[in-house]
C-alpha cells in the first residue's frame, strides 16, 4: 500500500472508531454481558460517554487527522526542496562537530573529522572535571570511603593516558601541558587514597592549580576546530559557485552551548548576516547529538511553513515564531491589569530580523564574557 493510501486508511479508520464508539457506548450496556471474556478488555464497563464528549472527540480528531496530511505534505516539501537548493548540516558531536553537505542530484558529502589533538584536548581537560565532580560530590560521606572505588578505578585510566601520552600527535609544548594535568589529576587522588579522606579546601587549591593549564587546552581546543571548519565551509562555497546564493544552513545547540555556539558562528562567518534567520538557522535540539534526519526535517517544517504564513496571513516569515505570541502578549498586559502587577515583556519585534539568535547587547548583562575576562 502507497504512503498516500496508508494515510488516507488511517485518517479514515481513526475518524471511524471515534464515531463507532461514540455512538455505540450509549448502547453498550445491552449487549456487553453477552461478549466473550476475551472482548471485555477492549469493551470495558465504563460510564457511557456524554454527547458533549463525544462531541468534543469528534472536533480534536481533526488534529489528529492532520498530522497523517502533514507527514505527507512535508516528504513532498523534503524532496522539492532538496532537488533546488544545496543544504549544509552542521551538527554537534563529540568529535568536534559534523558537517554534511546536500546538493541537488548528488549523494550527501560528509566533511573529514577535525583533527584527533582536539578530542585529546577535551578528554584530558574533562579528565579534571571529572576528578572534582567525583570528589566534590562524596563531601557529605567522605567517611563511608564510597569514593574510593571510583577514585582508584579513575586514577588507573589517569595513569594508562599518561603512560601513552608520548605516542600522541601532539607538538612538544601541548604534550607537556597535558602531562601537567595528568599529573596533577593523579597527585590529587593519590593524596585523597593515602589519607583516606579530604576537605573541600584540598579540592579548591586542585583546581586553582589546573586552572592555568585548562585554559590554554581550551584554547587549543577551539582553535583546532574553527581553523578546521573555517577551511570546510571555504572549500564548499568556492564548489558551489552560484549556487552557493540560494544554500541553506543549519546547526544545533542546548541552551548552555548556544551563546558564542561554534559551528553556527562558523558558518555565519561566510553565510553573512543578511542570512541568518532566513538561510542559516540554530535550532535547539532536546540533546547535544541528534541525527542528520532529525535536522533536515527542522529545516523543512520551518521553510515549508513559511508558505502557511503567506498563504493565509500575508507574511512569509510569520510562522518562524510562536503564532499566538502577539495576542498572547496582550492577554499577559491584561492579566498583569488585573493582578496589579508590571509588565515584564521584551520590545515588540518584526518576524522577519537578522539578529544572532542568542545574546548580542552587552548592557544586558553584567560580568565576564570570557575566560580571559575573569579576574584571578
Known amino acids: 500500500m502507497r504512503k498516500t493510501h496508508s494515510c488516507r486508511f488511517r485518517v479514515a479508520l481513526a475518524f471511524t472508531l471515534t464515531l463507532t464508539l461514540g455512538l455505540g457506548l450509549a448502547s453498550r450496556r445491552s449487549f456487553a454481558d453477552d461478549l466473550p471474556d476475551y472482548m471485555k478488555i477492549i469493551v470495558g464497563h465504563g460510564a457511557p460517554a456524554t454527547k458533549a464528549q463525544v462531541g468534543d472527540e469528534n472536533l480534536l480528531a481533526l488534529d489528529i487527522a492532520m498530522f497523517g496530511i502533514y507527514d505527507d505534505a512535508k516528504a513532498k516539501a523534503q524532496k522539492n526542496f532538496l532537488a533546488e537548493h544545496p543544504a549544509i548540516l552542521a551538527l554537534f558531536s563529540n568529535q568536534g562537530g559534523k558537517l554534511i553537505l546536500y546538493r541537488p542530484g548528488k549523494e550527501p558529502l560528509q566533511a573529514p573529522e577535525v583533527p584527533i589533538r582536539y578530542q585529546i584536548y577535551k578528554s584530558v581537560g574533562h579528565s579534571s572535571l571529572a576528578v572534582f565532580v567525583l570528589a566534590a560530590s562524596h563531601l557529605a560521606t567522605i567517611a563511608d570511603l564510597s569514593w574510593k572505588g571510583p577514585m582508584l578505578g579513575f586514577r588507573a585510566a589517569s595513569q594508562a593516558a599518561l603512560d601513552s601520552l608520548d605516542a600522541a600527535d601532539l607538538s612538544a609544548e601541548s604534550r607537556e601541558n597535558q602531562r601537567t594535568i595528568l599529573t596533577a589529576n593523579i597527585k590529587f587522588m593519590d593524596a585523597c587514597l593515602t589519607k583516606g579522606t579530604y576537605t573541600f579546601a584540598d579540592i579548591q587549591r586542585y583546581a586553582q592549580e589546573l586552572k592555568p593549564y585548562l585554559k590554554k587546552n581550551i584554547a587549543w581546543a577551539a582553535a583546532t576546530q574553527v581553523e578546521h571548519w573555517m577551511q570546510v565551509v571555504k572549500n564548499w562555497k568556492e564548489m558551489l559557485g552560484p549556487d552557493w546564493d540560494k544554500t541553506y544552513a ?19 562567518q561566510f553565510f553573512g548576516k543578511e542570512a541568518i534567520n532566513t538561510r542559516l538557522f540554530l535550532f535547539e535540539t532536546p540533546s547535544f547529538v541528534t541525527t542528520a534526519d532529525q535536522m533536515l526535517e527542522l529545516l523543512i517544517r520551518t521553510v515549508a ?6 498563504a493565509f496571513f500575508g507574511n512569509y516569515y510569520l510562522m518562524d515564531y510562536e503564532l499566538m505570541g502577539g495576542d498572547a502578549r496582550k492577554a499577559v498586559e491584561a492579566e498583569d491589569k488585573k493582578y496589579g502587577i508590571p509588565v515584564f515583556l521584551p520590545p515588540l519585534a518584526p518576524f522577519h530580523s537578522n539578529e544572532w539568535p542568542f545574546r548580542i547587547d552587552p548592557a544586558q548583562g553584567e560580568g565576564p564574557a570570557t575566560l580571559d575576562q575573569i579576574k584571578e
Open 250 to 268: 543549519l546547526s544545533n545547540s542546548l541552551y548552555v552551548t548556544r551563546q558564542n555556539n561554534v559551528l553556527f558562528s562558523v558558518l555565519a
Open 305 to 310: 511553513d513559511r508558505s502557511v504564513g503567506q
